[in-house]
């Protein structure tokens, strides 16, 4: 089946600084991404919306200037979190579909950042 | 905002079949339901999807009410890798098809 990438696994960074997370589809070309935030024991929260060539969609609550979300090519969509927080601290998930809305979506490992 | 409910947590002994139900009362005709797990700190990972007839595949079946108000998702024979969060979902075609999650079911498979 069709393969998400998402990199870094996991990221430690000290507060105030930026970070970069990469989620790529491997095998297909993923016309729209999505990205998901995930805190301890809670559901996955929808971040944005990420269609190739055009400004992300971003969900209601979600600062647009401090989630940075660029997806320039087909394969590969990235989320900066910029100025880091502690609060920022969570579990990020990408997920990418190949084709129309009615496709399933394939979804990355994930990456558990903690700001210090 | 996810127009499916599901139990929160369920039990199931090893070996026998686990039976997830979800009701989507309010899913329009042409809303496919979807139904993803997630392991504890990994990320979701699909399982099966149907419109109106039963459908089975090498993970599940699921079977799909005829007046589409619910479904309910089997893993013929559970496994303790099964434990999971498992989430039913109709995806929002009007909003490029995205995904909002509900809280699930947490599905715990017993030796």
């Known amino acids: 089946g069709a393969v998400v990438s998402q990199h870094p696994s996991r990221v430690i960074c000290k507060s105030g600084t930026s970070v970069k997370i990469e989620c790529r589809s491997l095998?297909?070309?993923?016309?729209?991404m999505f990205w998901y935030r995930q805190f301890p024991k809670q559901s996955l929260m929808l971040m944005a919306t990420s269609n190739e060539g055009s400004k992300a969609t971003y969900e209601q609550g979600v600062e647009k200037d401090k989630f940075l979300i660029n997806h320039a090519s087909l394969t590969l969509s990235t989320l900066t979190v910029t100025s880091a927080h502690p609060e920022d601290s969570s579990f990020y998930i990408c997920?990418?579909?190949?084709?129309?809305?009615?496709?399933?979506?394939?979804f990355g490992s994930g990456t558990q950042l903690s700001v210090l | 905002d996810a127009k499916t409910t599901q139990p929160p947590s369920m039990d199931c002994a090893e070996g026998r079949a686990a039976n997830l139900p979800c009701n989507h009362s309010t899913i329009s005709g042409n809303e496919y339901v979807y139904w993803y797990r997630q392991i504890h700190s990994q990320g979701p990972q699909y399982i099966i999807h149907?419109?109106?007839n039963n459908e089975t595949n090498e993970m599940a079946s699921l079977i799909i009410t005829e007046d589409r108000k619910s479904s309910t998702l089997i893993l013929p024979h559970a496994t303790l890798r099964d434990t999971a969060v498992y989430y039913c979902?109709?995806?929002?075609?009007?909003?490029?098809?995205?995904?909002?999650f509900g809280q699930g079911t947490e599905l715990s498979v017993k030796p």
């Open positions: 095998d297909f070309q993923a016309t729209t």
């Open positions: 997920s990418a579909r190949a084709g129309a809305s009615r496709e399933k979506l394939f």
């Open positions: 979902i109709a995806p929002l075609y009007n909003q490029g098809g995205k995904l909002i």
């Open positions: 149907g419109l109106k």
